[in-house]
């Protein structure tokens, strides 16, 4: 069955100072890696699409990178804003459907 | 990408009674997806909804409780039958078929069971 852990559950930064989250897989043949951002009382905001270890994708001051078992979100110099909760998803080997993680609660003081 | 609507945002119903959400994209889509997200928690697939077909539902979760209909390539509609306090949860409908064939969500519809 497929698998997807996150870590950690909550983080609280300041302005500024860069992190990594982290999402672990197991799955059938991996047919993409999602990170999707969700703020409180909306449905979750795609972000990127991984599809092999290697793979690197970046927007604004996100950077996202995957290895054969685990997916990072690197934030570099965050503001207020980027607070959110950060959802990773995979879709395994013949499969439509999302498996998700349980999400990290990212906080971004001023 | 895809533009999702969903109807009512939010509700409160009375144990024992059924409330039926709209899911409204702003393309023609292939397949669309209903989850529930509960109080802190994650996304869990109710359902995948093929217009023309019988939805598929996922472990735990069936048709008498979660009726989903798919008349046309832009609508779905999901209802929570015979609601109890452990219905309170949002539910979200999403599509795919971006360019990374992602999923787009719509915005949730927040539902209070008393």
């Known amino acids: 069955e497929d698998q997807v852990t996150q870590s950690p559950e909550a983080l609280r930064l300041q302005e500024g100072e860069s992190s990594s989250l982290n999402c672990s897989y197991t799955?059938?043949?991996?047919?993409?890696l999602f990170w999707y951002r969700q703020d409180p009382g909306k449905g979750p905001e795609f972000l990127f699409t991984?599809?092999?270890a290697g793979e690197e994708k970046e927007k604004e001051r996100l950077k996202a990178t995957l290895t054969k078992k685990e997916s990072f979100l690197h934030i570099t110099a965050p503001k207020p804003e980027d607070s959110a909760t950060y959802l990773c998803a995979v879709r395994g080997e013949g499969a439509q459907k999302l498996v998700f993680g349980q999400g990290t609660r990212l906080t971004i003081n001023p | 990408s895809a533009v999702i609507s969903q109807k009512p945002s939010r509700d409160i119903c009375q144990r024992g009674t059924s409330l039926t959400i709209q899911c409204q994209v702003d393309s023609q889509v292939t397949m669309m997806f209903w989850y529930r997200q509960q109080p802190g928690q994650s996304l869990t697939l109710i359902a995948t909804?093929?217009?023309?077909?019988?939805?598929?539902?996922e472990s735990g979760f069936v048709i008498d409780k979660f009726p989903i209909s798919r008349p046309n390539l832009t609508f779905s509609t999901l209802t929570v039958s015979n609601m109890s306090p452990e219905d309170s949860s949002i539910y979200l409908c999403s599509s795919s078929g971006g360019s990374y064939n992602e999923q787009f969500f719509g915005p949730g519809t927040r539902l209070t069971v008393l």
């Open positions: 909804a093929n217009q023309g077909s019988e939805a598929t539902y």
């Open positions: 991984l599809y092999s």
């Open positions: 799955v059938s043949g991996l047919r993409g």
